[in-house]
């Protein structure tokens, strides 16, 4: 059919519209405060466009205490929201079909259980668990090595994650029961190959696992292999990782042929969501972040070959506090913007035949190949969590990363270099970011009590027998988990029960390696730390605490790595310690100066903890304090006490570990 040319004269053969694939799924990572406030936010943003849900859980709910544990202080509702029971768990879904939504959950050591409260309010809305659709990412092996959310040790956690895959094949068959989570190991310093060998083995032992069952038929197995999914990560330098994830899929179509037998093309098809890099988003000059969270998405979504099948990507000013509504509106339409306004959905794959894009494909896949084989001869990867040589290798990269900032050979835009900024109205005056007040963790303490007290005891405390039951007999702990969660049994109560059975553990925390620093670059702290042993008569000693149940402990590691190879003597407990433990901590090895590393956004009350613990014990050492901390809360910090507070901002580790080494010495002048 011909039209006129609107400019006028000649007529134009009309444009035949090309088909356009259909886009991924848009989803924005939230929940913070309760669950009646996430359920208005997920709400809000559904009717905005958004595509799917993806739940983020307070570091309680994760870690498995109820809100009212000594550990949960001053976490409640700060990174997420907090869920302790089905009433929360109602809250948190109502008005939202749950057999209509896509629901991702971003839950790992309490999965199972958090599942099972999904499945029973599903079950309340007369939704057919056939049709239920989203994923749990279930992924243990990565939180020993650094998001730090894990509960109990890695084999009965391997068990837990087999159990939700096992269970989910037969009554939820649409649910992705896991992600293979690659995303944090970026965060911790994975280099690429070490992000695609260490998903890629840990997804092989999960594999191996479900094939060890006895009741897993070899007809289900292909199936249940076709439901593993994976959650990666994307950084700046977009080329590389556009081609890790075309290795990605070439990895994964090779292992699940050669090492399992999987026939069917599309049960080896590798699935994955992503969430692009947080590490990288800066504190100066935050404006720029739009522009690194637009290119990181990129080299996720424009190989048609290697795109991913949900994306969420984080605010422009998540490296400032919790991002507001409009914030998250602004990634929405990042994501809406590139699948609706371009051509990109109408193409194949704009990369197949490049020589540059396969050549750096096979680099990848045969380093990473190698280092698989490593770690398959140490016996796979819960061998090389428990020994401790993953969490190294990570920690290592990531000094190595950091070295590369310091010294400028790694630019980052107005942190390292083109520093000299005008100022932001973007994050000028206030309410720029999302504060979660103290108020949300007595209301939760409030609703916690109500909730035991109106329910049926003998039914729960008879509904966790059989989960104990069910945990020793090393059968399926699903059914066990939904009666639980059907007869009002806490998130603490569950994780208890278990606790119980399995133990907790304590994951090596990566810093007790061989020197991991740069010796011509450590010159100028290595005279500090010099100056500082000089009026000390010996080394300061350096106590870096972790309080709460912040897991991010790169940023404590790299200190107490850094500190250690200036000269200090440094002790680093690891992850989850209560302000007593860290106070008697500093008591036990007469610590000269205590850090504090909180990105929970839980400081106020844990520092305010921590120094008052110090004054009734009568010590009067210094505390410095890092974290994602507002001016405000700065200022707070410092009105506590707090000799030095160190943000995302302050990049220079040695500048930070010679701050240290001074005021050590002064606090003990």
Not at 9 to 34: E, N
Not at 227 to 250: H, Q, Y
Not at 304 to 319: D, F, G, H, S, T
Not at 379 to 388: I, K, N, P
Request: with cysteine.
């Amino acid at each position: 059919m011909n039209a006129i040319d609107p400019s006028g004269g000649s007529k134009v053969q009309r444009d035949k519209p090309l088909p356009r694939d259909k886009p991924w799924i848009f989803r924005t990572y939230a929940g913070h405060s309760d669950a009646s406030e996430s359920n208005k936010l997920y709400r809000n943003n559904l009717a905005k466009g958004q595509t799917g849900l993806s739940v983020a859980f307070d570091l309680p709910t994760q870690t498995g205490y109820d809100p009212d544990h000594v550990l949960a202080r001053g976490e409640v509702g700060k990174v997420g929201v907090p869920v302790s029971h089905l009433g929360d768990m109602r809250a948190l879904f109502d008005q939202i079909p749950l057999a209509q939504m896509n629901t991702s959950m971003t839950i790992n050591a309490t999965a199972a259980w958090l599942l099972s409260l999904y499945i029973a309010v599903a079950d309340e809305q007369g939704a057919p668990r056939l049709a239920l659709q989203g994923t749990t990412q279930n992924d243990l092996v990565k939180e020993y090595l650094s998001r730090g959310t894990y509960v109990f040790p890695p084999r009965p956690s391997m068990q837990l994650t087999t159990d939700i895959v096992v269970f989910t094949a037969r009554e939820l068959p649409k649910w992705n029961p896991t992600n293979v989570c690659s995303y944090h190991l970026q965060e911790a310093g994975a280099s690429p190959v070490q992000e695609l060998s260490y998903a890629l083995a840990t997804a092989i032992a999960l594999l191996d696992s479900i094939r060890a069952q006895p009741e897993v038929s070899e007809a289900e197995f292909p199936g249940i292999v076709g439901r593993i999914s994976f959650f990666v990560n994307a950084g700046m330098r977009f080329i590389t990782e556009l081609c890790k994830m075309r290795a990605f899929v070439d990895l994964w179509d090779e292992i699940t042929l050669t090492r399992y037998g999987i026939q069917d093309e599309a049960m080896r098809r590798f699935r994955y969501g992503v969430q692009v890099n947080s590490l990288g988003l800066t504190e100066p000059q935050p404006e720029n972040n739009v522009y690194r969270i637009l290119i990181e998405m990129l080299a996720v979504t424009l190989s048609k070959k290697a795109r991913a099948r949900a994306v969420q990507l984080p605010a422009w000013n998540e490296a400032l506090g919790l991002p507001r509504p409009f914030d998250q509106q602004w990634s929405l339409r990042m994501q809406q913007v590139l699948a609706y306004e371009t051509d990109l959905l109408e193409f194949g794959d704009i990369f197949d035949g490049s020589s540059a894009i396969d050549a750096k494909v096979e680099e990848l896949k045969t380093a990473a190949l190698e280092e698989l084989a490593k770690i398959d001869a140490m016996g796979g990867a819960l061998a090389a969590v428990e020994s401790g040589y993953m969490k190294q290798a990570l920690v290592e990269n990531g000094a190595r990363r950091i070295e590369a900032i310091e010294r400028g050979e790694q630019v980052v835009i107005g942190v390292n270099k083109f520093t000299t900024s005008e100022p932001s109205p973007l994050s000028a005056g206030e309410g720029n970011v999302v504060t979660v007040p103290d108020s949300v963790e007595l209301e939760a303490v409030g609703r916690l009590k109500a909730w035991r007290s109106q329910r049926d005891t003998k039914a729960a405390e008879s509904a966790l027998a059989e989960l104990a039951s069910a945990a020793k007999e090393t059968r399926n702990v699903m059914p066990a988990s939904i009666a639980c969660a059907k007869a009002g049994v806490t998130t603490g109560e569950w994780a208890q029960a278990l606790r119980e059975i399995f133990g907790e553990y304590r994951a090596p925390t990566g810093v007790d390696t061989g020197k991991a620093g740069d010796d011509p670059g450590l010159a100028t702290v290595k005279a500090a730390v010099a100056r500082a042993t000089q009026k000390l008569g010996r080394p300061p000693r350096f106590l870096v605490g972790k309080p709460g149940l912040d897991g991010h402990s790169n940023g404590a590691e790299q200190i107490a790595v850094r500190a250690r190879d200036a000269g200090m003597a440094v002790n680093y407990g690891g992850i989850r310690q209560t302000p007593e433990e860290i106070v008697t901590q500093a008591q036990e090895t007469e610590a000269d100066i205590i850090g504090l590393s909180i990105l929970s956004g839980s400081h106020l009350p844990l520092v305010r903890d921590v120094t008052a613990r110090l004054r009734v014990a009568g010590m009067t050492i210094p505390v410095v304090v890092g974290g994602i901390i507002p001016p405000d809360d700065e200022n707070a910090l410092r009105n506590m006490g707090v000799a030095a507070v160190y943000t995302p901002k302050d990049f220079a580790l040695d500048g930070i570990i010679a701050d240290v080494a001074g005021l050590a010495a002064k606090g003990k002048g």
